[in-house]
């Protein structure tokens, strides 16, 4: 078994269109909301076809606002987005590997992955 650093520390208060969180091995990660969203693993986002995860635009700001964060067991996070949608369950793991920070992505995320589309 590897060492799967999992998180220690998550605010989604302070910023509002942000979620960020220190990992057990002290790594940073601030993820875009709308980033989050558009990749929710749910199977009604991201249909049953499999394949790698695909990106689903935003098209309201309470698609990205995040009400709460509620830890599923010992591997995984649910959020609670501000359209009442919960049903993503994202992975320690698949988080991890999603870190946008230079390091983890040094070619940064699209400018639409960061972007809500609607304008309301
Ligand atoms: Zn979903
Ligand atoms: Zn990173």
Redesign the pocket.
Request: hydrophobic share 15%; with cysteine.
């Given at each position: 078994m590897g060492y799967f650093p999992h998180p220690v520390e998550i605010e989604y208060k302070s910023a509002r269109d942000a979620l960020r969180m220190r990992f057990s091995d002290d790594?940073i990660?601030v993820y875009p909301t709308p980033y989050l969203r558009g990749y929710c693993p749910c199977a009604h986002c991201q249909g049953h076809s499999g394949g790698p995860p695909k990106w689903q635009p935003i098209t309201a700001h309470r698609q990205v606002e995040v009400i709460d964060v509620q830890q599923v067991g010992n591997y995984a996070l649910t959020i609670t987005w501000g359209d009442g949608h919960d049903s993503g369950i994202y992975s320690f793991n698949k988080l991890r590997e999603m870190?946008p920070?230079p390091?983890?992505?040094p070619e940064g995320l699209p400018e639409e992955e960061r972007s809500v589309q609607a304008d309301s």
């Open positions: 790594h990660s870190c920070c390091e983890c992505m």
